[in-house]
């Protein structure tokens, strides 16, 4: 693949992964367009401009992930010891078991855990459907339209004020649901969970913030996934600095995006983006049937 076209990839990737305009239907119709076709290493490649996005995620929101992995290990801890504590309460009564939710933090990896559990299940379940949507155009061209729908959604609802102590289990796994319907190529991820998020009452800039930190779990599962069954010839030589180009490309552009859509959120500006979905959208159904 020419260095060129893995510039413009990996610039789509990181802008339109956190923009809600559906990365994964960007891809797909700027492939077809640009005629690139990677043959089996096409789907390593994918999962690779994923993981530079992921890397943006990390550096974006370094703080909340450190912290919410320093809880994660403690609520193990406290787990680990509550059970010891079960065994020792039989022999000797009189020690109380250790509360494990116990601040915002620990509400927001459990938040997250509940969240990847279907996405995960839908991902698998949808995963034939997912790779035969991605060899044509047509289909992200009629997500695209559906992403518009869901965000007009999102601005003619009203804000909500749900922090992660007020977020209810029920809430975290709708937002699952609607990022694992995601995966679908013109579906934005962040559009649809960020809306999902809204109309379950969270607080706009929380909604943000829990859209991009629970993909971490989802992508990093692929990426572990893919990598796993990696062989040396999966991917031409030739394609291998390309591959690496895209990728941090990827995790540049995806970095600024996160942080206008952090400065976005105070207002209600989601319908220009709907706007764009259904101008991207209807170029790719013509596309289809006129290309």
Not at 58 to 65: H, L, T, W
Not at 77 to 87: E, G, L, P, R, V
């Amino acid at each position: 693949m020419p260095v060129w076209k893995a510039v413009i990839l990996g610039l789509v990737q990181g802008l339109a992964e956190f923009l809600p305009i559906s990365s994964s239907g960007h891809l797909v119709i700027i492939k077809q367009v640009l005629g690139t076709d990677l043959g089996s290493g096409g789907m390593f490649f994918d999962v690779m401009l994923h993981f530079g996005t992921l890397i943006a995620i990390f550096i974006a929101f370094r703080k909340d992930i450190a912290k919410l992995v320093s809880e994660g290990i403690h609520i193990l801890i406290d787990i680990f010891a509550n059970i010891c504590i079960f065994f020792t309460r039989i022999f000797k009564s009189g020690r109380t078991y250790r509360r494990i939710i116990r601040s915002s933090y620990r509400k927001f990896v459990m938040l997250v855990i509940v969240s990847t559990i279907p996405t995960g299940i839908i991902g698998i379940l949808l995963s034939d459907i997912i790779e035969a949507a991605n060899d044509m155009v047509l289909v992200p061209g009629v997500c695209l339209f559906i992403t518009a729908s869901f965000l007009i959604i999102a601005d003619l609802a009203d804000a909500g004020s749900k922090k992660p102590k007020e977020v209810s289990y029920l809430d975290a796994g709708i937002a699952g649901i609607a990022q694992g319907l995601s995966t679908m190529p013109g579906i934005s991820r962040s559009g649809t969970t960020i809306t999902a998020c809204i109309l379950c009452g969270f607080d706009r800039k929380f909604a943000v913030k829990y859209s991009f930190i629970m993909s971490v779990p989802a992508v990093l599962g692929a990426v572990v996934l893919e990598l796993k069954d990696f062989q040396a010839d999966i991917i031409a030589q030739k394609d291998i600095p390309s591959c690496i180009i895209a990728t941090v490309v990827a995790a540049v552009a995806g970095y600024f995006s996160i942080c206008f859509m952090m400065a976005l959120v105070r207002g209600k500006r989601y319908k220009y983006f709907a706007i764009y979905c259904i101008i991207a959208g209807g170029i790719a159904v013509g596309y289809n049937f006129l290309g």
